[in-house]
């Protein structure tokens, strides 16, 4: 198992940028593909983007490329998400995933952070 702890998250002016980070507990980091979903108030869950577990493949949601990167450091056992040029409709609670699956569908994301909120002003 993997436990995912997130940060970065904060308000920021639209047009800003925000690193968010997830630090993940255990010795077994690389053997988990790792993503990012979030959820705006009123929202259902929506996929942001992820990374394999090598970091050498990376997917992002139509809604947000262009806008994010997503990467990872199996030595500090962390993945990120960078977000630029953010948008008001950018705000919600950003969720760092894990999973095991070479190919994961939307029942493969089986280990959840808690969350870290994105404010973003207009």
């Known amino acids: 198992q993997v436990q995912l702890v997130e940060s970065g998250g904060e308000l920021v002016e639209a047009g800003g940028s925000l690193r968010l980070s997830c630090a993940a507990s255990?010795?077994?980091?690389?053997?988990?593909?790792m993503g990012w979903f979030r959820q705006a108030p009123g929202k259902e869950r929506e996929f942001v983007a992820r990374?394999?577990?090598?970091?050498?493949?990376?997917y992002y949601a139509d809604s947000v490329k262009g806008g994010v990167t997503i990467s990872r450091d199996n030595a500090k056992n962390t993945v990120y998400l960078q977000m630029n040029s953010l948008k008001p409709e950018d705000t919600a609670v950003y969720h760092c995933?894990?999973?095991?699956?070479?190919?994961?569908?939307?029942?493969?994301?089986?280990?959840w952070g808690q969350g870290t909120q994105v404010t973003v002003s207009s």
């Open positions: 995933v894990g999973y095991t699956a070479l190919v994961p569908d939307s029942a493969s994301y089986n280990y």
């Open positions: 255990g010795r077994t980091f690389s053997r988990y593909g």
């Open positions: 990374i394999s577990r090598s970091g050498s493949s990376t």
